[in-house]
Nanobody
Framework: QVQLAESGGGLVQPGGSLTLSCTSSENLATFSSMGWYRQAPGEQREVLAAVTRGGAVTYEGTVNKRFTIDRNSAAKSIYLIMKNLKPEDTDVYYC?????????????WGQGNQVTVSS
């Protein structure tokens, strides 16, 4: 079973920066894609940034140019570098890793990290 361990959340003032980390128990090449998601209470989990096995990167519109997804295959880790944070970025952030299992896709999740943007 894939284990994803997240770290790096916390409280930051508006305009500040935070970096989230996610370390996998498996080599990153195991996954067809990995990404960062956030989920507000009562809302669906939404993808913010994702990177495919081949290195293609996509961003959700509201975080484009403020957030950067990065990966370190040797460390089996991905990162979300967040800058110019806004109060509306307050949420629980999740790391997700998707792999092909037979003819299905299976996504594993990290434990979630609270990010609070407030003065």
């Amino acid at each position: 079973q894939v284990q994803l361990a997240e770290s790096g959340g916390g409280l930051v003032q508006p305009g500040g920066s935070l970096t989230l980390s996610c370390t996998s128990s498996e080599n990153l090449a195991t996954f067809s894609s990995m990404g960062w998601y956030r989920q507000a209470p009562g809302e669906q989990r939404e993808v913010l940034a994702a990177v495919t096995r081949g290195g293609a990167v996509t961003y959700e519109g509201t975080v484009n140019k403020r957030f950067t997804i990065d990966r370190n295959s040797a460390a089996k880790s991905i990162y979300l570098i967040m800058k110019n944070l806004k109060p509306e970025d307050t949420d629980v952030y999740y790391c997700g890793a998707t792999r092909d299992v037979g003819d299905k896709c299976e996504t594993s999740w990290g434990q979630g990290n609270q990010v609070t943007v407030s003065s």
